[in-house]
């Protein structure tokens, strides 16, 4: 393996362990959020007016840092109906193509992502005050998370002669 497609490999791993720790203790504060409203209604009878904005701060962190594990383990949906119809290494060429853009798929995304928080930064949460960035940073985040991983399964394929099917099988190690 190219040293440089190795330290890929390294820092994707490493950036899914932080993920799994991240989106654990979201679930954690989310849970947690939930109990206190539930306790608040049904003890106090009043209900906490920051519940709902960090509900849904927590779910989008959660929703896009746990996307990036799906597409790290390979979990990621394949249809690949048609696709095993053709020759082997017309497959293999199809799939580098369609990592290809997926990877730049991503990044576009992401750019594009990175563009709205400019705009959104000095807007703020109704109830907290919280700038409305902060509900589209897990966005770029995600997006290149999983366009890095994406690019470690197109190199993996590029240096493999033959084909790599598009789910988990075969793309472990």
């Known amino acids: 393996m190219h040293p440089g497609h190795a330290l890929l490999r390294s820092l994707c791993a490493a950036i899914f362990r932080v993920c799994v720790w991240i989106t654990n ?5 989310l849970v947690t959020n939930n109990l206190l409203e539930m306790a608040a209604r049904g ?3 009043v209900s ?3 519940v709902f904005e960090v509900n849904l701060l ?5 929703y896009f840092l746990g ?5 790290f383990r390979r ?3 394949s249809v690949d109906v048609l696709v095993i119809r053709l020759p082997p290494r017309v497959q293999r060429w199809l799939a580098i193509v369609i990592d290809a853009v997926i990877v730049g798929t991503l990044l576009l995304i992401s750019w ?6 400019r705009v959104q930064w000095p807007f703020k949460t109704a109830g907290l005050h919280l700038p409305n960035a902060l509900f589209t ?13 994406m690019l470690d399964r197109m190199i993996t394929r590029l240096a493999t002669a033959e084909h790599l099917p598009s789910g988990i099988a075969g793309m472990e190690g």
């Open 25 to 29: 203790a979201l679930l954690v504060a």
């Open 43 to 45: 003890i106090w009878h």
């Open 112 to 117: 594009h992502a990175v563009e709205l928080m």
């Open 137 to 149: 940073l897990p966005v770029v985040m995600g997006g290149v998370c999983m366009a890095l991983t």
């Open 67 to 71: 996307i990036y594990q799906v597409y």
């Open 75 to 77: 979990g990621d949906i």
């Open 48 to 50: 906490l007016d920051w």
């Open 58 to 62: 927590l779910a989008v962190w959660l």
